[in-house]
């Protein structure tokens, strides 16, 4: 039989199998029906099943990489981390995080701050001094300021703000139960 060109319908002239001829299609697949141009009437469904195994199998690649990845992060942190079942109590202790809360302390507002103390018995004894002392003192042991800058924040002599400060001190260690040293 011979071959003969015969007009498709997209018009480039190529040979056509007459009709009742089986087409070879694509990748020499030799299931299309005859009469077609081959391509059209693929199964889709193969297709379709190509892809999705190659995306398993991408799929399965990054997981795989992934898990690597991170059980040599797991590691790398056990060889760099200690648990804390292995600490000492001193290690421990500093690591530690305790709770404040407003009602264990007592208040003493000083200038735009408040102090907060713990220990009863101080606050006790703050309270039993008076406010002009207490607050110098104050000021001095826990706000870190210098006889200078008390006696400019309250208008008054360093010298004054001296000997108030030195006066606290002694009533305040008599009254915690220490000896005053002159």
Known sequence: MENKIFSD?????????????RVVGERGQKDLPPGTEGGEKLRPDRHYEHKQHAFDSYCKKVLKCEAYNG???????????????????????????YDRYS???????????????????????????PPDNRDIFLMYWFLGMADREIAEHLHMVRRTVNARRQSAYRLLKELMGGEADD
């Open 71 to 97: 059980y040599r992060e797991i590691s790398r942190r056990q060889k760099r981390e200690t648990p804390f079942s292995e600490l000492s109590e001193e290690e421990l202790a500093q690591l530690a995080a």
């Open 9 to 21: 319908k997209h018009g480039l002239g190529l040979p056509k199998a007459p009709f009742g001829e």
């Open 103 to 129: 009602w264990e302390y007592t208040a003493f507002p000083v200038g735009g701050d408040v102090i907060l103390i713990k220990d009863d018995r101080l606050a006790e004894a703050l309270n039993a001094l």
